[in-house]
């Protein structure tokens, strides 16, 4: 992308209203911006980020054999009534009425359209197990929205639901879940602990919250340091191995780590004294067993082997796409700006011409632009008539995590200079080996 081509308005200013550097910085680097309370916009930037995370969701959920589809945000209200959550979900349910005097609500998540959907369908046990899950906006009208994205009225969910007749089952996809959310988030250059938690309104009593450590974070959190040693790493996964899927979960679960809902003193005076640590943590995601909760309320039922009707086991999990942008600023910025993991960058490589209008520099810069882009490193080409410095400033800003200058003075000598958003580290190298070098950099991403 040219930069004199694209949308980014930019804030000079920091905006006042924003508590928190990744709010912050979402504005000032023109990613989002503020519809109403609680609800934004997705600039071009902001929309980016967004779907290059929803992609990795879905190379993840299907890696592990779960199925697409797409439910809509509105739901017949009578759907909610025969499960008996539309008079308990309170306030946070935005309820609407159509032209027929019909209830209708933005759905805060699915259990039950899903189930409803899965009970039309499916009579036997034979087309069990099912995990469908969806990416789709939720509408929680939440006391208090703040932190921009992080905690929204609207907003960006992965929920999958699975469907099994056993326990053991259900409890295999529940695993399953576990593993491939930890593969999802390494992936994006984030570490999520899971954690014991508190099931609230979605019910059941399996049910663990990905937490992401930062001091801005909601949730209070008690955990063996020991949690934080742990990395998923590049591991071959059978989704199918029961017993690899139950050893995972028994690796990244059986130390202490609680949010403070399910805390225990007691427990935790446990863990070796220099091991214990509280904290703050986002929460990035969510999974949960809830058994046979919503399956016998709306008969959700199969023919078992036997022939005898069973209602089926059900979970639902959860992952906060939308509140991830924000979470991954959190972990990933300096006071200059963002710093993208190379997983998740909304463009590769930044280009930074710093003599617009000088031939040579231009034509070095188109050449680095086309090499760039023809190797799918997605650049990010400061061809505006600025300041050298207003184009550094805007490219920390953004957080594209290498940059390539290019100058008369460099080009006389044949080099061009590759710098590292991270480190600041620059090294100059010919235009073809820092084409070769971005290549690199990137082929394991
Ligand atoms: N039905 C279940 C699992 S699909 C469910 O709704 N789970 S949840 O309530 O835990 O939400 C899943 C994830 O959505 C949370 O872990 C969190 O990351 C994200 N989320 C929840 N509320 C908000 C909000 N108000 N703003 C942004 N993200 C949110």
Redesign the pocket.
Known sequence: MRLTRYFLPILKETPAEAAIASHRLMLRAGMIRQAASGIYSWLPLGFKVLKRLEQIVHEEQQRAGHIPLLMPTLQPADLWRESGRYDDYGQEMLRIRDRHDRDMLYG????ELITDIFRSSVRSYKDLPLTLYHIQWKF?D?VR?RFG?????E?Y?K??YNFDLTKEDALHAYNRHLVSYLRTYERMGIQAIPMRADS?P?GGEDTH??LMLADTGESEVFYDSAVTELSFGDRMIDYDDVAQCQGILEEFTSRYARTDETHDAAEFAKVPAERQRQARGI????I?YFGTKYSQAMNAVVNGPDGAPTPVHMG?????V??LVGALIEANHDDNGIIWPEGVAPFKVGLVNLKQGDSAADTACEGLYQGLAARGLDPLYDDREERAGAKFATMDLVGCPWRITVGPRGLAAGTVELTSRRTGESEELSPEAALARCAQIYAGV
């Open positions: 805060p998540t699915n259990e929680r939440e929205p994205v992080m905690r929204g009225r907003f969910m929920d999958g609230g979605i919250e990905f929460e990035v995601g969510q949960f639902s999990h959860g992952i906060g939308s509140r």
